[in-house]
Structures are given as C-alpha cells and as structure tokens.
C-alpha cells in the first residue's frame, strides 16, 4: 500500500494559515497523508521535515511577498542534501503572474495562485504521483 | 509468493538498496527515512530489509507516551527531546495519529508542537498514521521502532493517537510506559481504572496549573494504593506543565529510575520475552494473511462458495473449513 504523503509548511513570518489548512483538509478527504507543520518555518526545518518523512511532495504557501528568497531556498536545499529527486515542490499564495516562470525555473513544479481550486491541487498531486517513478528499495 | 523471502546474498545483486543500506549505517537521515518508507508501505521485500537490520537493534530505550486527546503528549515529547538533545542523546520520535476510515486520509499534526527539534541532526521525528490499526498505534510502528533502534538510537519515544481505555498497544510495544492525563480527567480516573490505567509505569498529570490537580494526584495515589500488586515498582506520579516547562526533568527522572529498575529485575526479561513472543506471533500472522488473502484471490471454488453461502445451500462455517483444506498446501510454502 503505498501512500502518497503531502508536507504543507508555512515558511517565513506571515500568520495567516487558513489557506493551507482548507488545503491540509482538502488532501486529507482525498485519501492522502497529510503532514501539517506549522507556522514560521525556516527553509531547513521544511526541508529536514520533509527528508524524515519521506515525503513525496512538498506544500508551501507564502503570502508575505518573500515567495522569490524562500521557494528557491527550499529547492536549493532540498538538492544539497540529495533528497530533491524523490520530491516534487509546489505553492501557493499571493504569487504576481510574473514571479510563477521565475519560481518554476527555480524548481517549484507548480504554482497555484488565488482563484485555483482545492480540486485543482489533488488532481494535480493525484497526476504528478502517477508519474513518478520511486525506485524500488527492496 | 509476494513475500517468500529471499537469501541475503541476492542484496548484493541490488545497488540501489545496498547503496541505502550503507548510507543508512552512516547515519544518513534520507536513507532511515526510506527504509521506514518501505517498511511502513509493507513494499515487497521489506521482511528481508528488517531481517538484515534487527541484529543491530536492541540498544534503545523504548518509551510510550499516551493518554487521552488533548492531553499534551506532543508537548510532553517536544520538551523530553529538549531536555535529552541538551544531553546530545541520539533520539528517535514516531507520532502517531489517526486515519479515517472513511477516506483513508491523515492530517498528521505533532510535528506543529515540535518543529524546533527538526535542525537537530540527533533528532528524527517521523509521523505515521493509523492506516486501520485500532489500538492506538500503526501496524508498522513496532517495525519502524526496530529500525529506529537499528540506526543507533539511544532513546524512542512513541506517541500514540489520543485513546480511551483499551488502545493497549503501546504496553507492549515499549520498555516504559507514560500515560498522561490531565485536571479534567477528574472522574475519568475511575473509570480508567481498568485498561489504560493498568499499563502505566509512569503516570504523569500534566497542566498541573489548573485547578483540581492536586487532589486528583492524591486520589489516583490512593487508587494505586488499593490495587493489588503485581510488581514491586512503586508507580510514581509526576506533576507536569509541558507547555511551561515545568517537571519534565522530574518526569525523565523517574523514566531513569524505571528503566534502571527493569534491568536490574528478572521481570524486565519476562517483559522482553513477551514482547518477542507478541513480535513472533504478529509476524507470523502476517505472512499468514498474506498468503490466505494471495490463495483466496486465485481461488474459483472461493467465488463459488460465496455464490452458494448468498444462495441459502451452504453456510459460512462449513465453507471456510472446505476452503482452509483446500488452499492449506499454499500456506505452509
């Protein structure tokens, strides 16, 4: 039974946490394991999260305006400690249409900004999970 | 046979788990972290995986934390993991929460009350979720502890859902066991007299600021003073405010006495021997399961039984001892 298990973290300053939380409910009525960690996170805490729940996928929402310093930090660390091939980065948030091509060059898969569904986002883990190919361990 | 075991040396033919396993023995974090994957998805081989592992195993110290929702427990083992971190303690976490039957989604939420612990590369916290098990941890938590332990961990601690009175699994599958209640347990004390109150070692009053603490310490003492003794382990009771750091020093004090207390006692081996025992037998069941869920799959006259069972011209009992001598040959392989 493989699962497929979501880290949604909230990296940088801002508080407001209700988006990520209908997201948080949304993926856990969709049959996924959610891991929710909370508000304030650095990049190293999501990424050390991240690599000790063997996540396949990463959550982050950012409405401070600081998308452009922590997404890519997130990814730069996630490569450094060799755990980016197994994980796939995506947000959401307050993110100006101009920002989403510099994000996913950075190596944020998929940028979902205000107006996308809850709907959007499980079809878009439920996709992106067929595609991934997990190396079999054993 | 999806889970017929395969002899060790086939490993060596399987560079990506070898290379896992050596990262692993190096104390890479992204190697534990898939093994305990692996494990916990029950992916095809993981026996083998656990079989090559468990002769490292058997130096931690296993410690259960449970006690109803709400009660604190994750604030509990965030400052326990503070206090062992300032010790450079190596420490393994499994926070278990639960999955609903409904949807089999989880929202897995301890690492909220712990996120300061996750730069600290002594500390390992991995949540699980329940995925159907009923007694408060996961199936694979005991299997997952095992390879904690395996990594080189000094100390475990495993936090189970928020139970009632009978998710018991924990008893057995810890060294010490903490059970957690708080002021407004009040009356709940009496009627967790049977069950949970029966597998603590340690019992901890936590939000001990808030009124009625005291005198339900004193009536839980007077509680244990009248039940009979089985152990000669006095069962301290530890005041406890986790989310102001109060008692918890107090609260691994006693920890430390318990565990020095089981090693120096016959009973401690009993306790082991039963939790290999309960460990055999589980494992055994399992590869049971399996192999009567693989057979039955295969199985026309299965299907057929199913079709005469609906139709009124057999029933279920009769049924199931025709099927057991059919597909018994597959079980024992």
């Given at each position: 039974?493989?699962?497929?298990?979501?880290?949604?973290?909230?990296?940088?300053?801002?508080?407001?946490d209700?988006?990520?939380?209908?997201i948080?409910?949304?993926?856990r009525?969709?049959g996924?394991?959610?891991i929710?960690?909370?508000?304030?996170?650095?990049p190293e805490?999501?990424?050390?999260?991240?690599?000790?729940?063997?996540?396949?996928?990463?959550?982050?929402?950012?409405?401070s305006?600081?998308?452009?310093?922590?997404?890519?930090?997130?990814?730069?660390?996630l490569?450094?400690?060799?755990?980016?091939?197994?994980?796939?980065?995506f947000?959401?948030?307050?993110?100006?249409?101009?920002?989403?091509?510099?994000?996913?060059?950075?190596?944020?898969?998929?940028v979902?900004?205000?107006?996308a569904s809850?709907?959007?986002i499980?079809?878009?883990?439920?996709?992106?999970?067929?595609t991934?190919?997990?190396?079999?361990?054993? | 046979?999806?889970?017929?075991?395969?002899?060790?040396?086939?490993?060596?033919?399987?560079?990506?788990l070898?290379?896992?396993?050596?990262?692993?023995?190096a104390?890479?974090?992204?190697?534990?972290a898939?093994?305990?994957?692996?494990?916990?998805?029950?992916?095809?081989?993981?026996?083998?995986?656990?079989?090559?592992?468990?002769?490292?195993?058997g130096?931690?110290?296993?410690?259960?934390?449970?006690?109803?929702?709400?009660?604190?427990?994750?604030?509990?083992?965030?400052r326990?993991?503070?206090?062992?971190?300032?010790?450079a303690?190596?420490?393994?976490?499994?926070?278990?929460?639960?999955t609903?039957?409904?949807?089999?989604g989880?929202?897995?939420?301890?690492?909220?009350?712990?996120?300061?612990?996750?730069?600290?590369?002594n500390i390992?916290i991995?949540s699980?979720?329940?995925?159907?098990?009923?007694?408060?941890?996961a199936?694979?938590?005991?299997?997952?502890?095992?390879?904690?332990?395996?990594?080189?961990?000094?100390?475990?601690l495993i936090?189970?859902v928020?139970?009632?009175q009978?998710?018991?699994?924990?008893?057995?599958?810890?060294?010490?066991?903490?059970?957690?209640?708080v002021?407004?347990s009040g009356?709940?004390?009496?009627?967790?007299?049977?069950?949970?109150?029966?597998?603590a070692?340690?019992?901890?009053?936590?939000?001990?600021?808030?009124?009625?603490?005291?005198?339900?310490?004193?009536?839980l003492?007077s509680?244990?003073g009248?039940r009979?003794?089985?152990t000669p382990?006095?069962?301290?009771?530890?005041?406890?405010q986790?989310l102001?750091?109060?008692?918890?020093?107090?609260?691994?004090a006693?920890?430390?006495?318990?565990?020095?207390f089981?090693?120096?006692?016959?009973?401690?081996?009993?306790?082991?021997?039963?939790?290999?025992?309960?460990?055999?037998?589980?494992?055994?069941?399992?590869?049971i399961?399996?192999?009567?869920?693989?057979?039955l799959?295969d199985?026309?006259?299965?299907?057929?039984k199913?079709?005469e069972?609906?139709?009124?011209?057999?029933?279920?009992?009769a049924?199931?001892?025709?099927?057991?001598g059919?597909?018994?040959g597959?079980?024992?392989?």
């Amino acid at each position: 039974m493989e699962k497929i298990r979501v880290l949604l973290a909230k990296p940088g300053l801002d508080g407001h946490d209700r988006g990520i939380k209908v997201i948080a409910a949304a993926l856990r009525d969709a049959g996924m394991e959610v891991i929710y960690t909370g508000l304030r996170q650095t990049p190293e805490q999501v990424v050390n999260a991240a690599i000790q729940e063997d996540v396949r996928f990463v959550g982050m929402s950012i409405l401070s305006g600081a998308h452009m310093t922590l997404f890519p930090a997130v990814a730069k660390l996630l490569k450094e400690k060799g755990a980016d091939k197994n994980v796939h980065l995506f947000g959401g948030g307050i993110i100006p249409d101009q920002d989403v091509g510099k994000l996913t060059a950075a190596g944020v898969g998929k940028v979902f900004t205000p107006g996308a569904s809850t709907e959007d986002i499980v079809k878009y883990i439920r996709e992106t999970a067929a595609t991934m190919t997990d190396e079999p361990l054993v | 046979m999806t889970d017929a075991a395969s002899p060790p040396d086939t490993l060596k033919s399987r560079p990506i788990l070898m290379s896992v396993l050596d990262k692993f023995a190096a104390g890479d974090h992204v190697a534990l972290a898939r093994i305990i994957t692996a494990v916990e998805d029950r992916r095809n081989g993981y026996q083998d995986l656990l079989a090559r592992l468990y002769a490292r195993s058997g130096r931690a110290w296993r410690v259960g934390i449970t006690g109803p929702p709400g009660a604190g427990k994750s604030t509990l083992v965030f400052r326990l993991a503070e206090l062992l971190a300032a010790q450079a303690k190596k420490l393994g976490i499994i926070a278990v929460d639960p999955t609903s039957p409904f949807t089999g989604g989880a929202l897995l939420g301890d690492r909220i009350r712990m996120q300061d612990l996750s730069n600290n590369p002594n500390i390992f916290i991995r949540s699980m979720a329940t995925r159907g098990s009923t007694g408060g941890l996961a199936e694979a938590t005991r299997d997952a502890t095992m390879v904690l332990d395996a990594f080189g961990m000094d100390v475990i601690l495993i936090e189970t859902v928020g139970v009632g009175q009978v998710e018991l699994d924990i008893a057995r599958a810890c060294d010490t066991v903490v059970v957690v209640f708080v002021p407004e347990s009040g009356d709940a004390i009496q009627a967790m007299k049977a069950g949970l109150m029966e597998i603590a070692d340690i019992y901890c009053l936590n939000k001990a600021d808030r009124e009625g603490a005291e005198r339900l310490v004193v009536e839980l003492q007077s509680v244990l003073g009248l039940r009979k003794k089985t152990t000669p382990w006095e069962h301290p009771v530890i005041s406890t405010q986790a989310l102001n750091n109060k008692g918890i020093p107090e609260l691994w004090a006693s920890v430390a006495a318990h565990r020095e207390f089981c090693q120096n006692q016959a009973t401690f081996d009993h306790r082991r021997e039963q939790r290999i025992a309960d460990d055999l037998q589980t494992i055994i069941k399992n590869k049971i399961d399996r192999r009567v869920q693989a057979a039955l799959r295969d199985s026309e006259s299965y299907r057929n039984k199913i079709a005469e069972i609906a139709a009124g011209t057999t029933n279920p009992y009769a049924a199931a001892v025709e099927l057991l001598g059919e597909i018994a040959g597959s079980l024992a392989d």
